[in-house]
């Protein structure tokens, strides 16, 4: 669908992130499937065909990301590590190593919460259908020995990468998209395209400048177990800033790996950073880290703010906001 009109659902099932983009005049919007799911870029230009034309540039700039960080495409890097004996350099693509280097630093920071190494537990908490089951001590030991960031040796004199362990299986869904959504976003400034909206399936959103007279691109944060309701926790304008948000519709999959289980208790958390990179991989690590963690890490790094909700005992629950939020954002 690359560079036509997308004109999916307003809301659809799941959705973490919307913005009323309908409001922003002379807006164009683009729309294109990748990493299983939609992106779509909403452009503010009087040139709609200009506005076109730029859109098919960052979409070609994302389809090659994806060709280079799925772990599901033969010779992609990431394939190729999950292929790499112990000891074997592997030269890799500057953006994978780069995107790597970024996962690296996201997990030192967040204590482990955050490990692109976790496919093999992943692959070992799902069945074929991707339903959660139960693996045997066997296997979760297996798994646990060959998890972990310190398996991957990274060089940045010769961009390449060693494993310490094999096999390992690196995914890259928790922070992918976000990569996608800032080269995508590098792209359209290439292409003189400042004001514009970017989003991976309305759980990675970048915005770049602000449309022309408003104070930033409208965004609200919803929270997804409750689409019928619309139940909105915050209400945004966004200026090259990032939202992420990671929950219910995926907690099943998002592995602890510092317990090497799946996570319980949180219902959904977003990141608020200056890239969605970043973000990506940190709404993913906030589902996994207790509140207490969430705010000490967001107290140390006044650029990025968070939002969760968690269980407030029996059926209830309470949000709570952590980091530079101002108090007209927050609606819940």
Known sequence: MTGKPNNPPANPAGTFVQSDWASVPDVHRFGHQAMATTFEIIVQHEDKVYARQAADAAFDELDRIERELSRYIENSDIARINNLPVGTPLLLGLDTFECLQLCAAVSADTGGAFDVTVGLLLDCWRDADKKLRTPSQEELAFAREH???????????????????????????????????????????????????????????????????????????????RDRERRILARLNLTNTA????????????????????????????????????????????????????????????????LLIVPAGGTSERVVAVGPWRQEELVY
Request: hydrophobic content about 40%.
């Open 147 to 225: 998890t972990g960031m310190s398996l991957l040796r990274l060089d940045e004199s010769r961009y390449t990468v060693e494993l310490a362990s094999s096999p390992v299986r690196v995914d890259l869904g928790g922070v992918g998209k976000g990569y996608g959504v800032d080269r995508m976003g590098d792209s359209l400034r290439d292409w003189s395209i400042e004001r514009a909206l970017i989003h991976g399936g309305f759980s990675s959103v970048l915005a770049l400048e602000a449309p022309q007279g408003a104070s930033g691109w409208p965004v609200t944060l919803s929270d997804p177990s």
């Open 243 to 306: 939202v992420s948000g990671s929950g219910v519709q995926k907690g099943g999959h998002i592995i602890d790996p510092r317990v090497a289980r799946p996570i319980e208790g949180k219902i959904a958390a977003w990141s608020v950073t200056p890239d969605a990179a970043t973000g990506d991989a940190l709404s993913t690590a906030f589902m996994v880290m207790t509140v207490d963690e969430v705010r000490d890490y967001c107290a140390l790094r006044p650029a990025v703010a968070g």
